[in-house]
């Protein structure tokens, strides 16, 4: 009985939010995508007409589109307002994917193109997202605006597990954070709970290429992950995470202290 907004539900962890949350004929859910007719497409052929859901476009990356999406949601979700916000959508570079920082060394070019686009899309992006759907979230119930961060911007991890892969794109989540936290500054007194969860280690079909190099980046990572958290058995699936998300953010409240707070699909600093 509730309505969602969530971006980037073309593939990966969007599309499996997109099939739990449609899967209720009573949850209404809008998703915003940057090709509406290829994911129409898709969301007609993996879920079949489902009359709950509702595909508009809206790049993170272009304002106008997020703001033509913010009025097309609310001609949709009327009276109801909007109960949850899930800032889903992200761009996750191959430039630092695998290698260590050192390697963005002599790559100063790609560097400075790679980190204008994650800070426009992934910070920027979200915070214009946030301030065109706020009066939607303001209307509805729940009023819970959720951010997927990732736990490669904990600073224990990073530090403890020697974590020296990814730099630019946990940077722009690490910022992202710090933009959740000052949401949540300014309007939990409004009863909005802004919240940043990272959503494990998860399979979205990312490693199905890399090259001899790249796996070996990963093998140093997963190594190391393994030494943090013992019972870890590789990257779970979409469905576990999301399953693990929606419970967290069920249980997550602006009186139990979740305010702008960072943690992971466990509800806590367990990043895998
Ligand atoms: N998978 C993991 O292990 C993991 C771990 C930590 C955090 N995360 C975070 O979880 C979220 C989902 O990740 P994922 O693994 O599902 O990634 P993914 O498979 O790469 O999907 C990313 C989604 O974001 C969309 N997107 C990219 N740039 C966009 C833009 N400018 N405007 C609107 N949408 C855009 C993509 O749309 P297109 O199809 O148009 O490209 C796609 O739907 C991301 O925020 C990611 O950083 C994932």
Same mark, same amino acid.
């Given at each position: ?10 593939? $990966? %962890? ?10 209720? &004929?009573?949850?209404? %859910? *809008?998703?915003?995508?940057? !090709? =509406? ?29 997020? =703001?033509?999406?913010?009025?097309? /949601?609310? !001609? ?19 430039? !630092? ?39 939607? *979230?303001?209307?509805?119930?729940? =009023? +819970? *605006?959720? /951010? ?39 309007? =939990? ?9 990272? &959503? ?11 090259? &001899? ?7 140093? #990572? ?28 069920? +249980?997550?409240? %602006?009186?139990? $202290?979740?305010? $702008?707070? #960072? ?5 806590? +600093?367990?990043?895998?």
């Amino acid at each position: 009985m509730s309505v969602y907004v969530v971006t980037g539900v073309s593939r $990966g %962890i969007g599309l499996e939010f997109l099939k739990q949350l449609s899967e209720d &004929p009573k949850n209404l %859910i *809008v998703g915003l995508v940057r !090709d =509406k007719v290829a994911t129409e497409q898709k969301v007609a052929t993996e879920l079949g007409g489902r009359p709950n859901v509702h595909i508009l476009h809206g790049d993170l990356a272009n304002y106008a589109t997020l =703001k033509q999406a913010a009025a097309d /949601t609310a !001609d949709i979700v009327g009276e109801r307002g909007v109960d949850y916000l899930v800032a889903n959508g992200g761009l996750v570079p191959h430039l !630092d994917a695998y290698g260590p920082i050192g390697a963005l060394a002599d790559k100063v070019e790609e560097v400075e193109a790679v980190s204008s686009q994650l800070w426009q899309t992934n910070v920027i992006g979200n915070m214009h997202l946030f301030h065109l759907f706020l009066p939607l *979230v303001l209307k509805g119930h729940v =009023k +819970k *605006v959720i /951010t997927l961060s990732t736990g490669m911007a904990d600073l224990d991890l990073i530090n403890n597990c020697e974590v020296d892969i990814a730099g630019l794109y946990a940077a722009s989540k690490a910022a992202m954070n710090v933009i959740v936290a000052k949401f949540n500054a300014q309007y =939990k007194k409004d009863g909005v709970l802004f919240l940043s969860i990272s &959503p494990g280690f998860v399979e979205v079909g990312r490693y199905t290429d890399v090259t &001899p190099e790249e796996a070996q980046g990963m093998t140093g #990572f997963v190594g190391n992950l393994l030494a943090y958290a013992p019972h870890f058995k590789g990257p779970i699936t979409p469905e576990e995470s999301v399953r693990h998300i929606r419970s967290t953010w069920e +249980k997550a409240s %602006i009186e139990g $202290g979740f305010g $702008g707070a #960072f943690v992971s699909h466990l509800g806590n +600093k367990q990043w895998v």
